[in-house]
């Protein structure tokens, strides 16, 4: 991967590619530190810290904000609202005939695909940003003007500038997958990721200076389990099953055609994060629900029967509960066999196979042949959703020993995201090395 960057570095074009991307960053960064008007940054804090925990939706944001979110910023909603657009536009597309349409129609359709994507997630950012508005007026007390003229006028000012924030990071997204290097809106979750792991240190470094006996060895288990968790995620994003396809020979006038011998890579791990953001976004509801409707502190035998059950209800969804690891668990490969029966199809395979009268060694053409490749697709996503299960569920097995290792964002899911990331960039600049140093039949 170092050879890789440094033989891109050294191809002119590709380098300002690279410095057009760090100007982005740098861009994504410093509206990261710009703190929005009229709300105090303290209350926001103070707010965020007591409020964003047990694996509520806050959390949840913050941790794919970067840590943004609960600082106000300008960037505070920064790529959410595109990508919850880019999930539900995923999903309808396999629900609505006019965007499959749109899907099978090319370049073209993608593009549409894209301009109906970015609108809906101008109108989430929109509805996000009022919702934000409001939980910190109504909860955290954290607007100075609520009332009369100076209160609306804070209002518009504030919702404007999240609204307006998000729609730029989305724009900062699409210019560096014209100009830049890589998929822009995976590089700027990737630079808010990163950009928290420095904070990380420092809350390991304060717990070891608290504890030197204990944190010592604590800090040092956790070094090396970060260290195989990237391993381990590395190994699995490259791993694949190959199922070998043999095309019939053919003979056209004097020549034959076919005879080759190929396979299709199905990759272990193909819908990548996604079934987790599925899964949190599920696990995050009690938690969010609580913060509107607060459950009963303690209950004794005087406790009515419905306060008894939220309450019971609300301390099952904890992160700290085991109850809510293994529902994650289950609604983790639940969603992983649901994202990967949406994208690949075996009957279309098979057919797609017979029409170039291609098949697989073994197996019949037909019915037999997209049995046997959705019996091979069970298999691998059973194995890739135990993978994701796995990095989840760590950072909260990681709680249960500590709960001073609760605040860590250095979860499985933030280092899944930030290798899976690392990992699509080198095999991008890698492509755009092998095209220009390619000499071709001409050459």
Known sequence: MFQTLKNAWSEPEIRKKFIYTLIMIIIFRIGGAITVPFL?????QSWMETNATDGNFLEYLNILTGGQLSK???FSLSITPYINASIIIQLLTYALPPLERLQEEGEEGRKTLNKI??????????????AYYLTLRNSANAVNYTSGAYGWFAAIVIIACFTAGASFVV???????????GNGISILLFAGIVARFPTDVGTLWSLFMMDKAKYFFVDLVIMVMFVFMIAFIVFMNEA?????????KRVVGRKQYGGQNTHIPIKVCMSGVMPIIFAMSFMSLPATISMFVKPVEYIDETTGFWDKFYFHFINFFRTTSWGYAVLYLILIVAFNYFYVAM?????????NLRQSNGGIPGIRPGKPTADYIHR?????????????????ILPIALGWFDSSLQSLSMGGTSILIVVSVALETARTLESQLM?????????
Do not use: C
């Open 40 to 44: 105090s940054l303290s209350a926001v």
């Open 72 to 74: 106000a910023t300008v």
């Open 117 to 130: 994507t970015g609108y809906v997630a101008l109108v989430l950012a929109l509805v996000m940003s009022i």
């Open 171 to 181: 724009w900062m997204g699409n210019r560096i997958n014209e100009k830049g290097i």
């Open 240 to 248: 694949e099953r190959k199922i070998p396809i043999q095309y019939a």
């Open 343 to 351: 994208q690949y199809d075996p009957v279309t395979i098979a057919n």
């Open 376 to 392: 091979v697709l069970s298999k691998i996503t059973l194995v890739g959703a135990v993978f994701l299960g796995v990095i989840a």
């Open 435 to 443: 095209m220009r140093h390619h000499k071709g039949f001409l050459g």
